[in-house]
C-alpha cells in the first residue's frame, strides 16, 4: 500500500526521510519489519539522512505516538514597564541571591520574604506599589547594617527612594 500523505507530512516539516510503502501490521515508513533494524535497512546502519528531521518547534505542541497527548500553555507576565521598576527588580533579585550567601537571622529572613513577595508584585502587576515599597524599607531596616554593606542592598534602598521619592 502506497502511503498518500507522504505530502501532507513532508508540507509540515515531518517528511521521514523514506518514501514507499507500509511496512506490514500498521507501522509507516522506515518502521523496522522482521528481521530489520529501525530505518529498513535489513540489519545495515541506517544511511545519513534518514529518519524523523523536525527543524525547529516554536510556540507549540507536539505529540508522537497513537497513544499521547499534546499540551500547549503559554504564561504571560506583565514584567516591569517603567525602567525604575526593572531597575528595583534587578537590585531586588541581586539582594536575595547575596542574601543567601549570609548565615540566616530572624531579620534577613523577614528581608528576604519581603524581596519575595516585592519580586512577585512587579513581575505579575508590572509595579511595586507604595505600600509594598514601604513595607521593603522598614524591612531592610530591621536587618541592620548587613545589608547597607552589600551594594545590592543599597541599589535596592536608593531604587525605593526613587520610586516613593523621598
Same mark, same amino acid.
Given at each position: ?38 530505518g529498513g535497512t535489513g540489519g545495515q546502519a541506517a544511511p545519513a ?37 526593572? /531597575?528595583? #527588580?534587578?537590585?531586588?533579585? =541581586?539582594?536575595?541571591?547575596? !542574601?543567601?550567601?549570609? &548565615?540566616?537571622? @530572624?531579620?534577613?529572613? *523577614? ?26 524599607? /522598614?524591612? #531592610?531596616?530591621?536587618?541592620? =547594617?548587613?545589608?547597607?554593606? !552589600?551594594?545590592?542592598? &543599597?541599589?535596592? @534602598?536608593?531604587?525605593? *527612594? ?5
Amino acid at each position: 500500500m502506497t502511503r498518500a500523505d507522504d505530502g501532507a507530512d513532508r508540507r509540515f516539516g515531518l517528511g521521514t526521510g523514506h518514501g514507499g510503502d507500509h511496512a506490514p501490521g500498521g507501522a509507516g515508513p522506515g518502521a523496522a519489519g522482521e528481521g530489520e533494524t529501525p530505518g529498513g535497512t535489513g540489519g545495515q546502519a541506517a544511511p545519513a539522512g534518514s529518519g524523523v528531521h523536525i527543524g525547529s518547534v516554536t510556540s507549540s505542541a507536539l505529540n508522537i505516538g497513537d497513544h499521547g497527548t499534546a499540551t500547549h500553555v503559554t504564561h504571560h507576565h506583565a514584567g516591569a514597564a517603567d525602567p525604575a521598576q526593572e /531597575e528595583l #527588580l534587578a537590585a531586588v533579585r =541581586a539582594l536575595r541571591t547575596d !542574601l543567601g550567601r549570609l &548565615v540566616p537571622t @530572624a531579620g534577613t529572613d *523577614a528581608l528576604d520574604a519581603e524581596l519575595a513577595r516585592t519580586e512577585g508584585e512587579v513581575t505579575t502587576a508590572g509595579a511595586a506599589s507604595p505600600g509594598r515599597l514601604a513595607r521593603l524599607r /522598614e524591612a #531592610l531596616g530591621l536587618a541592620g =547594617a548587613v545589608t547597607g554593606s !552589600l551594594a545590592s542592598g &543599597v541599589a535596592v @534602598a536608593e531604587s525605593i *527612594a526613587g520610586l516613593l521619592g523621598s
